[in-house]
């Protein structure tokens, strides 16, 4: 599978660069991963919109869903040359309000996997755990199923233990990262030493680190992170447009 970066700053855009949303292929499937701010522009550099498969949610902040909207636009509005099918936006039921706003008609369907052991999504196998975060968020783990990759995803969360279980020999795992080591213990992110830490502990094989802070120096967050993973993994800052092949 291939991880595209189309936004990775935490909270709000900045500078020109948006925030939270990662683009997910493989075997021709194309999953939008989050849909923060500015991603929809930054998504028209690598496809079409209208080529999306399905989009899935971590939660309902706006730096996460901002151009959710504007994406059910352009699948509404823009001229048809054949039936377009239904965009299915997986997202939880647990904020009903939110989860109604998924579903537009005959143009988007929310999907709820709350509750929902195993979701088979295309070439993937997903599985969820409730993350730490002042509103709910699920953090996901991708299965490749022909090659039985994994690909993490922390959504947003603060230290969390059960993350070293499912992390777990991941070979990709893509932590939000908006806090610098000191700041341990917050009620809505991991620190650049507890994303380290986790890696290392569940033997991940690569650390992406994302939902970056728009101030201090990225490179020290980079270098907290692989001082905390004792040096025993990569570990890399997101950066829009930079892919990952899995
Ligand atoms: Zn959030």
Known sequence: ??????????GYPYKGQGTTSFLLQSEGFNLLLDAGSGSLIQLENEISPLALDAVILSHYHPDHIADVGVLQHYWQL????????????YGHGEDQENFARLSLPNVSEGHDYLGVEQLNLGPFSVTFMKTIHPVVCYAMRFVENSTGKIFVFTGDSGYLETFVDFARDADLFLADTYLFAGNEKHIAHFTSKEAGEISREAGVKKLVLTHLPQQGDLEQLRLEA?????????VELAAIGKTFEI
């Open 1 to 10: 599978m291939k991880l595209t970066v189309i936004g990775c700053l935490g």
């Open 78 to 89: 823009f001229p048809k040359t054949e039936e377009r099918p239904v965009l299915p936006i």
């Open 226 to 234: 692989s001082q905390a993973a004792k040096d025993e993994l990569p």
